[in-house]
């Protein structure tokens, strides 16, 4: 069997150097960079990083309430290297490779603050019960002309028709979907489709289900760095960003979920109850799971009427309208396509959010409300609509996980406090922020 250093040299020069990488909580790489001769030392050892990591926020200052920093005297950690996840940097002018590591905490379990430990956890959790999901992740976003090439946020394109699922519009980039292409070769990401979507240069890509759930989280984070990274190669930014444009399309990140049971069937069609009891568990606890499905003050402007983003807690059998939607398909792909998060949102965080769900469903035998029909945007109550209300601001969101009683206690009480603290400092450093309206509005009229 070949070793992680040969497979690097299979598909070109040897690195000069590796990114060891942390995915911090909001999906930020973080970590060191090492010279390629110390890799066979971190292969074999691992290395130490610090916990406070996990307490760095959007902007990357460390939130000392999180207690991760001071108070543990900003502790190190064992970190051990993920050896699939060692890959070239493709789009960097240096050779380079990028290597994700999992971060050990006590008692040789996976650290509470990793939002990939965590999702690891809860496959655990529903593995001891014996089901098996299986994983598939869609990602909208935005291609940009470089932001020093063209103002600041500025609409990539207003000519012409918006055309969604026009191959012209992918045949325009064709250089980065190329490169693209061929870089998702060589990292083992299965790409199953690439979509021209609903504004001029938003696109979605989708990959293929797997079998290992994780995996599949792995597959979307390193597809958000590729990316960002090919396309930076090839004179663009792409952006996640939930909501960009006021007047245009928001980008979401879909997640496809099925369960197999221990024979291998499919469990949603062979046991009908077990779906049923998965979309209950997931809308019983989605309100909690808003603040890990749009984490961000500008994943709120995403939820609109007609904005194919969902603002109602509901589900419906092949109705893009649903947060919740069982897509037209055979009976052993049977599966639940959740539609809530933004392609903002961290995709290990979504994962356990869905995976929360579905377990808090199962342990709790939660029964779903009817399927809606139609257009879940002009539902009122009464109409097959559930009473639960979702936050429709980040604060409310905020408030909903702290204070939870269903999802909040599978994730973890350290988790949901640390997540929280984080948060909580993003939110308040951005109310504490003048906006420039403020000075043009009241500065001299006032």
Not at 82 to 88: A, F, G, N, S
Not at 91 to 116: I, K, V
Not at 411 to 418: D, H, I, S, W
Request: with cysteine; aromatic share 10%; hydrophobic share 45%.
């Amino acid at each position: 069997m070949s070793s992680p250093l040969e497979n690097l040299a299979i598909v070109g020069t040897m690195p000069q150097s590796v990114d060891l990488i942390l995915p911090d909580i909001n999906g930020i790489a973080r970590g060191k960079r090492i010279p390629i001769a110390m890799l066979e030392k971190v292969l074999s050892n691992g290395i130490s990083l610090p916990a406070s990591i996990f307490a760095a926020d959007i902007t990357g200052d460390t939130v000392e309430a999180t207690g991760l920093v001071w108070e543990c005297g900003d502790a190190d950690y064992p970190c051990f290297c993920l050896e699939h996840m060692l890959r070239p940097a493709l789009w960097r002018r240096a050779s380079a490779a990028d290597l994700m590591l999992t971060m050990q905490g006590p008692e040789n379990a996976g650290f509470y603050g990793e939002p990939r430990a965590l999702a690891k956890r809860l496959i655990a959790d529903l593995a001891a019960l014996g089901f098996f999901p299986q994983v598939a992740f869609e990602l909208e976003f935005y291609l940009l002309p470089r932001p020093e090439e063209t103002a600041q946020a500025a609409f990539p394109s207003n000519n012409g028709d918006i055309q969604v699922y026009g191959l012209d519009s992918i045949d325009a980039h064709e250089q980065f979907f190329s490169e693209l292409s061929a870089a998702a070769a060589t990292y083992d990401l299965p790409l199953e489709a690439m979509v021209s979507e609903n504004a001029h240069g938003q696109f979605e890509v989708n990959l293929h289900y797997r079998r290992d759930a994780l995996r599949a989280a792995d597959d979307a984070w390193a597809l958000k760095r590729l990316i960002k990274g090919v396309a930076g190669a090839c004179g663009y930014t792409a952006s996640f960003m939930a909501k960009p444009y006021p007047e245009e399309a928001g980008s979401g990140m879909h997640v496809h979920v099925s369960l197999v049971d221990r024979e291998g069937h499919n469990a949603f069609t062979k046991q009908p109850e077990l779906l049923e009891q998965a979309l209950g568990g997931m809308l019983v606890t989605m309100p909690e799971a808003v603040a890990l499905l749009a984490p961000h003050a500008n994943s709120y402007r995403r939820f609109q009427v007609g904005s194919y983003a969902p603002t109602v807690a509901c589900w419906g059998e092949n109705n893009r309208t649903a947060a919740l939607r069982i897509p037209r398909s055979e009976p052993e792909a049977r599966r639940i396509e959740h539609r809530f998060a933004g392609a903002d949102a961290n995709p290990y965080l979504v994962l356990a959010a869905v995976l929360g769900g579905m377990l808090y469903g199962f342990q709790n035998r939660v029964s779903a409300p009817p399927a809606i029909a139609g257009n879940a945007y002009a539902l009122h109550k009464g109409e097959n609509v559930s009473q639960i209300v979702l936050p429709s601001r980040w604060d409310q969101a905020l408030s909903a996980l702290s204070q939870g009683q269903c999802l909040a206690p599978l994730l973890g009480t350290p988790f949901v406090k640390l997540f929280s603290a984080v948060k909580q400092h993003e939110f308040n450093k951005l109310q504490n922020t003048y906006h420039p309206l403020e000075y043009a509005w009241y500065f001299e009229r006032s």
